[in-house]
């Protein structure tokens, strides 16, 4: 059974960093897209950065381009989410998935192309 889990979120001031990771087991994704999204309190969840599984491409969302960065590691099976100047509109649950086409030619930037989930990581911003 494929299984995502989530850590590094937590609270912080606005400027802040945080570093999210996200662990896969039950199945390997070195030939998957991975990506990060998110829902914040009374929002649809929504699509923030996914890197394809060569790592050699990536994709942000406008709002948090410069200032977040995603990258993976396919020898541990882990993505990871490193953000900067962290602003109080960041704050959501923020969800790793995964893609279950392999070798995907476009990266998946929409949640309906995600296909497997994890619980999600709270992140919360004060001003």
């Known amino acids: 059974q494929v299984q995502l889990a989530e850590s590094g979120g937590g609270l912080v001031q606005a400027g802040g960093s945080l570093r999210l990771s996200c662990a896969a087991s039950g199945d390997t994704f070195r030939a998957n897209d991975l990506g990060w999204l998110r829902q914040a309190p009374g929002k649809e969840r929504e699509f923030v950065a996914a890197i394809k599984w060569d790592g050699r491409s990536t994709n942000l969302a406008d709002s948090v381009k410069g200032r977040f960065t995603i990258s993976r590691d396919n020898i541990r099976n882990a993505v990871y989410l490193q953000m900067n100047s962290l602003k109080p509109e960041d704050t959501a649950v923020y969800y790793c998935?995964?893609?279950?086409?392999?070798?995907?030619?476009?990266?998946?930037?929409?949640?309906?192309?995600?296909?497997?989930w994890g619980q999600g990581t709270q992140v919360t911003v004060s001003p």
């Open positions: 998935a995964a893609s279950r086409r392999k070798y995907r030619i476009t990266l998946p930037t929409t949640i309906d192309q995600y296909d497997y």
